[in-house]
């Protein structure tokens, strides 16, 4: 009599037990893509502009430094306490300062009201000299926090570094900072060179 007709049937080969844990295949964890983790991306150490950041990434070759130093300066412009003038200076096309003059003499120190007039005009450009003194060291600073640890390497590889670092020229610093990180993501391409401020 056949198992068939014991009432029997005869399991099917193509079936199979559940495996075990030592028998079951590892899984394959995904890749993780470095370039667009935000887990691994350099973030700016300014609060409202951490995405605002000079870096290497290939994602962000080659238009990046104008559209970040764009963003960055109207922030800086906005929170530096008498800073709106730095939203011009650290403009990507300019990244220059005006020069603020100091008054003329009077032409008759003799007469009180010239004399009292002058010695206001004085005052004033005195204080705005100092506001500027402190709104561009602060910029100074802030910039360099925007710096992702490649860039800084490369950035301070200049012998120029360390002249602009003493001096606190935040627009000589922007310059830098456009040079090495344009050299650094050439990669062999046409590159460019830092030069340096004549001294008027």
Not at 40 to 56: H, L, Y
Not at 106 to 124: F, G
Not at 136 to 148: I, P, V
Request: net charge positive; aromatic share 6%.
């Amino acid at each position: 009599m056949s198992e068939e007709s014991r009432g029997k049937v005869k399991p099917d080969r193509a079936e199979s037990r559940p495996l075990g844990p030592r028998q079951r295949p590892p899984r394959r964890r995904p890749k993780r893509d470095h370039a667009t983790d935000d887990r691994d991306a350099f973030k700016g150490r300014i609060p409202s502009m951490e995405e605002k950041v000079f870096d290497v990434t290939q994602s962000k070759w080659p238009d990046h430094y104008p559209i970040a130093m764009s963003e960055l300066v109207t922030e800086l412009g906005r929170s530096i306490p008498s800073g709106g003038f730095l939203t011009k200076a650290l403009d990507p096309q300019v990244l220059s300062l005006l020069i603020l003059t100091a008054p003329p003499n009077p032409p008759d120190v003799t007469v009180v009201v010239a004399m009292e007039k002058w010695k206001n005009q004085v005052r004033t450009h005195e204080k705005e000299c100092e506001h500027g003194k402190r709104a561009t060291e602060t910029a100074f600073t802030k910039l360099l926090g925007q710096c992702s640890p490649m860039v800084k390497d490369r950035r301070e590889t200049y012998p120029i570094f360390q002249t602009i670092k003493a001096s606190l020229d935040v627009i000589e610093l922007a310059k830098l900072i456009q040079v090495a990180l344009y050299n650094v993501l050439a990669s062999g391409e046409t590159t460019m060179t830092y030069v340096t401020p004549k001294k008027t």
